[in-house]
């Protein structure tokens, strides 16, 4: 099944600049419908709204984590939407047990910053398919 490219993704970072940065990189990967937010309370209101296709969240955020953020959309009863939707973490930590917390978080992929466009499409490709 072909990737829809027209998919809403939703970018969660308190790093404006890094949102700027993960957003024209995925224009430049074709995906165009891509919202912000900037703490992972903001982004879980988010996603009770509106159904997106892909969550890529920065790891270090306040009030709440990226991994905060994870464990309750994975935890999330009842709403498909919410709970199976694919996750990358992104975060300039690759300590191992972070790696791990996530992994057992349920994330779907893992990004240490910095990264390109290259590597952005790698990870997506290996969340959501090939595009």
Not at 33 to 52: F, H, I, Q, R
Not at 57 to 71: A, H, I, T, Y
Not at 109 to 127: C, G, H, M, Q, W
Request: aromatic share 6%.
């Amino acid at each position: 099944m072909a990737v829809d490219k027209n998919m809403n993704v939703l970018v969660v970072d308190d790093y404006q600049t890094m949102i700027r940065i993960i957003r024209n990189l995925l224009k430049q990967l074709g995906f165009n419908n891509v919202d912000e937010a900037t703490d992972g309370g903001a982004a879980y209101s988010m996603l009770e709204k509106k159904k997106y296709g892909l969550v890529i969240s920065d790891w270090n955020m306040e009030p709440v984590s990226g991994l905060e953020l994870l464990k309750k959309v994975r935890s999330t009863q009842g709403n498909d939407n919410i709970t199976k939707v694919p996750f990358i973490m992104v975060t300039a930590e690759s300590k191992t047990e972070n790696v791990i917390a996530a992994k057992q978080a349920g994330v779907n992929n893992y990004i240490v910053k910095p990264f390109n466009a290259e590597t952005l499409k790698t990870k997506i490709t290996s969340v959501i398919g090939e595009f």
